[in-house]
Nanobody
Framework: VQLQASGGGLVQAGGSLKLSCAASGSISSINYMGWFRQAPGKQRELVATITGGGYMEYADSVKGRFTISRDAAKNTVFLQMNSLKLEDTAVYFC?????????WGQGTLVTVSS
């Protein structure tokens, strides 16, 4: 199984970006997919997850600004990020729990400038 993340880039504070992460390979059942991020000098932290049943969970710091969604047919998860702040600057990683094994994507850099 491979996870391919895309959509990162440079954006001004207050702007928007949409990240995508597609899972490919031998995929039986996806229990959840999600996004984590790691800022320079900080630990990796949860941003948002979505289960196979559509239940969503968000970090408090992104509630009301970020929206996670998925295209189950394409095994793809999205992260719509609005009202971006300087503190959202980080490498964003997608992950997926597939058949109770955890997989990680390669990360995509999001830089928010003032």
């Amino acid at each position: 199984v491979q996870l391919q993340a895309s959509g990162g880039g440079l954006v001004q504070a207050g702007g928007s970006l949409k990240l995508s992460c597609a899972a490919s390979g031998s995929i039986s059942s996806i229990n959840y997919m999600g996004w984590f991020r790691q800022a320079p000098g900080k630990q990796r932290e949860l941003v948002a997850t979505i289960t196979g049943g559509g239940y969503m969970e968000y970090a408090d710091s992104v509630k009301g600004r970020f929206t996670i969604s998925r295209d189950a047919a394409k095994n793809t998860v999205f992260l719509q990020m609005n009202s971006l702040k300087l503190e959202d600057t980080a490498v964003y990683f997608c992950n997926a729990n597939i058949a109770w094994r955890l997989y990680w994507g390669q990360g995509t850099l999001v830089t928010v400038s003032s």
